[in-house]
């Protein structure tokens, strides 16, 4: 079966930076599409970047200019830099990806920005 396994996260104040990590792996051949989404509590589940196989890419508006999203195809990995973080972007983090019609999800990281 498809597993997303990410690490990374954690508590950084205002202004700092994070980098998130997702590795997929299966007896799948590609992953064409891979995505990060975020939700917080009372709040609904929100998509915050997405990127093709290709290296296309795109963003919620929230976070243009801030994060960057990209992958290492060779090792199936996707990657979230997140910077000039405010509390604002605290949430619950998740990685994803369709396989014709199922979607996978990561066990989920906490992002915390506080002061």
């Known amino acids: 079966q498809v597993q997303l396994v990410e690490s990374g996260g954690g508590s950084v104040q205002p202004g700092g930076s994070l980098r998130l990590s997702c590795a997929a792996s299966g007896s799948v051949l590609s992953f064409n599409d891979m995505a990060w989404y975020r939700q917080a509590p009372g709040k609904e589940r929100e998509l915050v970047a997405s990127i093709h196989i290709s290296g296309r890419t795109s963003y919620a508006d929230s976070v243009k200019g801030r994060f960057t999203i990209s992958r290492d195809n060779v090792r199936n990995t996707i990657y979230l830099q997140m910077n000039s973080l405010t509390p604002e972007d605290t949430a619950v983090y998740h990685c994803?990806?369709?396989?014709?019609?199922?979607?996978?999800w990561g066990q989920g990281i906490q992002v915390t920005v506080s002061s």
């Open positions: 994803n990806t369709f396989v014709g019609r199922t979607p996978y």
